[in-house]
């Protein structure tokens, strides 16, 4: 298995530039995703790393070769990069049988027969899909098609997996299931892997590094809880479901002995204690972040947190799993995630707390 | 055009169980009499359509004598055709339908991968020119190609002879060669609409997947695009190679004057030709060409079952195009070239030879306008011109809408008798013009008395349905299968009635294929011949019919004029056709 390194890497198509100066680096056997809403070019940087798109700009190397330097007018053509590819129509095709479909990379490379054999019932093995090996693949289910399509480029052991949007169709019951299954596989292999997708959720229960871009550019880069927990700005923060965002000045700010530094903040009505990825002015406009999940619901007056509001329950809606609480307080209306359990009434007024951990500062 | 889109018998059987289910055959069959005589109707008009002239065909061919004079029954007709001179027309009909079928599959299949695939520009423009000469009727086509290539007076062998001094002809039409050429011209747009969406539609991750998996692009033509195209290519083949085998102009225009026969050219000459026309000879051949046809169909049927993949996705679908780099300049050159050896040089000839008083004599002298005011002063012209469009207008109306309703019952209803009406509606595919042509000559000849249909305009009508009729009903059928029966439901359900159904929601999306239908009927009957020649009389000739009497009598200045006429109504026809009708007739 080999890194992949994308230096400066760039994509115009006539005057719209589909990706900008991408740099990035993939370690050996790392899973990594590329996330972002539709057209931010995800799929565009993907395609030039197999090599079916040129980068107008930047340098792509696989390992310790350059695939592709444009300044040089270097190109390596897709069938010589060694990379396997799971296309998001899966790109199975349909005159072949899935046994052919997925002997075709190793008969292409004109491998003994007995060796084919092996290695292709290997390769369905993995993805429990041996005893379907003689059928015509147009009479397949979704799903299987796509553990065929993942077969089909593991089979000849690829340098780096490239997938785009592989589960986007398939229902979201299979859709998890398929994810995690293939999750503990790449990491069974070890193989090096570069995936796109458009869902948040997938990407973090999937991924060693999330990247998150946006209009063709990489907005931050690391691991998913990172990402989650310590957004480098209100884009990213505003990306992964539905936080609270809130205007306030810093009152104070000191390191707080390890990689952070700690913020004493006001807002509207309210004050507390909040951690940032940097060192900020006093007076300085933060966007204070606290995940709904994160805040707690207590009696008027009430308070046990670094940060609290008192306001009064607008909406409470029942969720299954959890209850959806609106709290109206003088800063805007907050959401709460609570324990389904909890009862409310309407009206009623309320503290929100929430401890320190769980509100990230960053500047606007 | 659309025989080959039609669902395989066992996907019309897949799709029957949703039909018992379906609420709006459920709540009709109160009305089961009126549905009754209704079918009862159809199957009497389909029957007089196709059944009846079939069978007079049959007739002719086992009585010794014409309709309506005393004779007897025999086998004379068949002994007749058993001939060596027969094998070789056979050998001919096959050998030339083959011989063009070959190049012109070639070069669609590059047309189409040009303008479908490849970055070449203004390919959008291409698609339009290239398409064109599929709708100018073959005839003027032929008619400018024998001035233009003429041995002695042709213009391309007399700029041959001025610039390289030579005394023999570069090219000589009247030959097999031209007959095939002839041939490929119209053949190459056919096959190019009947292709390139499917070209289109291919999805390019197919071929991606294959370059990732370490095939070159070379291989990946050879294993993956030429096999997943095979089974539309095996039907273009077939379906080609079968119009070749009914194509009458060609041979007729450059085989006859050179000696080379093909059945349909045969047929024609053993009624027209001969001083005692040869009916009984004329009808044993139409029912032996019948049988070719019938097995050639039964053939392409075994070819192409279960073999049509479907390789559209809709998701992560990114059409993708060849970069040629500087080629895409020669593609591009490739696709005008073809548009100007095929429409611009007949055209440029046509005007040529309207303006000059004598054709092949262009001197500055000899320039006129005579041809055009005799033509403009010819009441036979003014006569033909309204027949044909008389004739085109409601041919191609009453073709679509009994097209509409057979296809409608069929695909729709679970009526008893829908197969039935089905079958009827696709007898005429294998029935060539000119053999329809002779099966109705029969057919109206016996008819009792009171009904005197035979010798006006309304035996060509009634041919031009019949031989409309299998198009009509596929495109229709083509429209029906993508209308999801949960509109037609849903309208019931929300208390339309069926009638108000029918019109509001069937009428109303099913148009814009109603509409292509019509314009590619009304084209069908402009360009029509082998039939129009067999069953026009004095005053119902058409436009076609004029120019080849002209024709016959060397006329060729006028019929320069007349064919620059119908080719200017060609292109305003097919310009309306293009910017209101937006769906291309490809899509069928
Ligand atoms: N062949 C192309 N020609 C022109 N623009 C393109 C082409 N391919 C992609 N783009 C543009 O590049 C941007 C990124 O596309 P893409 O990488 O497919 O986005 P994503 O996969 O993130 O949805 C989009 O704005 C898209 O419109
Ligand atoms: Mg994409």
New binding site residues.
């Given amino acids: 298995m080999a890194s992949v390194t994308l230096e400066n890497v760039s994509?115009m198509?006539?005057a719209?530039?589909?990706?900008d100066n991408v740099n990035l680096k993939i370690k050996s056997g790392e899973f990594v995703t590329?996330l972002?809403?539709?057209?931010?070019?995800?799929?565009?940087?993907?395609?030039m790393v197999a090599g079916l798109?040129k980068n107008t700009g930047g340098r792509i190397s696989i390992g310790d070769n350059v695939v592709s330097d444009s300044d040089k007018g270097y190109f390596v053509p897709s069938e010589r990069r060694r990379l396997g590819m799971v296309f998001q129509s899966y790109a199975i095709w349909p005159h072949m049988t899935v046994f052919d479909n997925v002997a075709y990379p190793l008969r292409i490379r004109r491998r003994p027969d007995t060796e084919v054999r092996d290695r292709v019932m290997n390769a369905l093995r993995l993805v429990e899909m041996e005893q379907y090996a003689e059928r015509p693949s147009p009479a397949l289910s979704g799903g299987q098609q796509q553990r065929v399509a993942i077969a089909r480029a593991l089979v000849f052991e690829p340098e780096v997996l490239l997938l785009?949007?592989p589960l986007s169709n398939l229902d979201a019951r299979l859709r998890t299931q398929m994810g995690d299954d293939f999750r503990a596989l790449q990491q069974r292999l070890k193989i090096t892997a570069l995936y796109?997708t458009?869902d948040q959720a997938e990407a973090m229960a999937l991924s060693d590094r999330v990247v998150v871009?946006h209009g063709?550019k990489i907005l931050q880069v690391g691991a998913p809880e990172e990402i989650y927990r310590r957004p480098e700005n209100r884009q990213v923060a505003a990306f992964f479901g539905t936080p609270n965002l809130l205007n306030a000045t810093v009152k104070d700010c000191r390191p707080n002995g390890g990689q952070y530094y700690k913020l004493s903040v006001e807002g509207q009505g309210w004050s507390g204690d909040c951690h940032a990825a940097t060192e900020m002015p006093k007076g300085a406009d933060v966007t204070v972040m606290v995940r709904p999940e994160n805040l707690h619901v207590r009696d008027a007056g009430q308070v046990n947190g670094d940060l609290s509001w008192s306001g009064e329950v607008s909406q409470a809606i029942f969720r299954g799993s959890h209850r959806s609480i609106m709290v109206k307080t003088p800063a805007q209306t907050l959401h709460v995630e609570a324990s389904s359990l909890s009862n409310v009434d309407i009206g009623r007024p309320v503290t929100v707390a929430a401890p320190v951990e769980a509100a990230w500062a960053v500047r606007n | 055009m659309t025989i080959i889109h039609n669902r395989p018998l066992d996907d019309i059987a897949e799709t029957a169980p949703t039909l018992a289910g379906n609420a709006f055959t459920r709540a009709f069959s109160g009305g089961s009499l009126w549905r009754l005589i209704g079918m009862l109707v159809l199957i009497l008009i389909l029957g007089f359509l196709t059944i009846y002239p079939l069978a007079m065909l049959l007739y002719g061919s086992l009585h010794s004598t014409p309709p309506g004079m005393a004779g007897e029954f025999n086998l004379n007709g068949y002994r007749s055709i058993m001939t060596t001179q027969n094998l070789i027309v056979l050998a001919n009909t096959i050998g030339i339908s083959l011989a063009k079928t070959i190049p012109s599959l070639t070069i669609a299949v590059f047309l189409a991968w040009i303008v479908a695939r490849t970055d070449t520009p203004f390919r959008g423009t291409l698609e339009v020119l290239i398409t064109l000469p599929f709708f100018i009727p073959p005839i003027l086509t032929a008619m400018a190609w024998g001035m233009l290539a003429n041995p002695q007076v042709g213009v391309i062998n007399m700029v041959w002879r001025w610039a390289t001094g030579a005394t023999d002809p570069l090219v000589n039409i009247y030959s097999y060669g031209g007959v095939i050429w002839h041939m490929c011209q119209y053949s190459i747009p056919f096959l190019f609409l009947f292709m390139v969406d499917a070209f289109r539609a291919m999805d390019p991750s197919l071929e991606e997947s294959s370059r990732m998996c370490g095939a070159s692009r070379w291989t990946t033509f050879r294993k993956i695009t030429l096999l997943l195209m095979l089974p539309v290519l095996t039907s273009s083949f077939m379906l080609s190679f079968i119009k070749g085998i009914e194509t009458f102009e060609s041979a007729l225009f450059f085989g006859l004057p050179a000696g080379i026969k093909v059945i349909t050219t045969d047929i024609y000459e053993s009624i027209n030709h001969r001083a005692t026309p040869d009916y009984q000879y004329a009808t044993s051949l139409s029912f032996a060409i019948m049988g070719l046809m019938f097995l050639l169909v039964i053939w392409q049927w075994w070819m192409l079952r279960g073999k049509s993949f479907q390789t559209v996705t809709g998701k992560g679908f990114?059409?993708?195009v060849m970069e040629l780099g500087p080629w895409r300049w020669v593609t591009f050159a490739f696709c005008v070239l073809f548009f100007f050896i095929t429409v611009v040089l007949p055209i440029g000839q046509l005007m040529l030879g309207s303006f000059f008083r004598f054709f092949g004599f262009y001197t500055y002298d000899m320039l006129t306008l005579e041809h055009y005011r005799n033509v403009f002063a010819n009441s036979e012209f003014w006569r033909a011109v309204r027949n044909t469009m008389v004739l085109g207008l409601l041919g191609a109306t009453a073709t679509m809408a009994l097209g509409a309703i057979v296809a409608y019952i069929s695909v729709r209803t679970r009526w008893r008798g829908r197969n039935l009406i089905d079958s009827m509606a696709w007898l005429p595919w294998m029935m060539p013009g000119m053999v329809l042509g002779v099966g109705f000559l029969w057919a109206f000849a016996m008819l009792p008395g009171p009904i005197p249909i035979y010798g006006t305009i309304w035996a060509l009508l009634l041919a031009y349905i019949a031989l409309g009729t299998p198009v009509s009903v596929r495109v229709m059928t083509g429209a029906y299968h993508q209308l999801s029966y949960d509109l037609e439901e849903c309208s019931r359900v929300h208390g339309a009635t069926w009638a108000q159904t029918m019109w509001r929601i069937m009428v109303a999306l099913a148009w814009p294929a109603f509409a292509v239908g019509w314009v590619l009927t009304f084209f069908g009957i402009m360009r029509e011949l082998s039939a129009s020649i067999l069953l026009y009389s004095v005053g119902s000739e058409t436009l076609a019919v004029v120019l080849m009497k002209l024709w016959a009598n060397g006329n060729a200045e006028q019929v320069s004029v007349i064919g620059l006429m119908m080719m200017l109504l060609v292109i305003v026809f097919r310009w309306v056709q293009l910017s209101f009708i937006k769906a291309r007739i490809s899509k069928l």
């Fill in positions: 994509r198509y006539g719209i530039t589909a990706v590329l972002g809403a539709s057209g931010c070019g995800k799929t565009t940087t993907l395609r798109e785009d949007e796109v458009h871009m063709g | 990114r059409p993708s």
